[in-house]
């Protein structure tokens, strides 16, 4: 019996990009956010949800894209990863779909330095795969951690 994958899927620079529902908190409205000071290049900065600060995650310079100001428009995905929860900003969310593992091409590649879980092909549309535990590389975490502890302590 084939597995049936919950997924959600947004937009960022004209391409569709999806993360496992079971990651996803909520969506959010565009924010103000905070930046903080030597932080990983991917990070945007924060924002304080219920006195939790929550990294921003840079998607577009993650995924080598670029570099344009956070719009009102835009929205935020608040997601949990293994060891933190995290933001990440997308140009729009088009929904949730049940997709079978099946219908995922194995992704034994890398694109713009992410490791793609799996390309799932929809009539016309590409939709990129990604682990969200994977979007954050150890040292950017390291890196994160140490920056989040000075501004805590600040």
């Known amino acids: 019996m084939d597995t049936i994958v919950q997924i959600l899927i947004f937009q960022l620079n004209e391409q569709k990009y999806a993360i496992a529902l079971s990651s996803v908190i909520r969506i959010l409205r565009a924010a103000a956010v905070t930046t903080i000071p030597k932080a990983p290049l991917v990070i945007h900065g924060v924002i304080d949800l219920g006195g939790e600060m929550i990294p921003v995650v840079n998607l577009r310079r993650r995924m080598g894209y670029p570099e344009c100001p956070i719009r009102l428009n835009d929205r935020f995905i608040l997601a949990k990863t293994s060891s933190r929860t995290i933001i ?12 079978c593992e099946s219908e995922f091409s194995s992704a034994e590649s890398v694109i713009n330095g992410m490791e793609i879980e799996g390309i799932l092909k929809r009539e016309d549309d590409v939709i990129l795969i990604y682990d969200i535990d994977k979007f954050l590389p150890i040292e950017d975490e390291k890196i994160l ?5 000075k501004v805590k302590n600040d």
């Open 88 to 99: 990440l900003v997308v140009d729009t969310v088009l929904g949730m779909e049940d997709a």
């Open 145 to 149: 951690n140490e920056a989040l502890l």
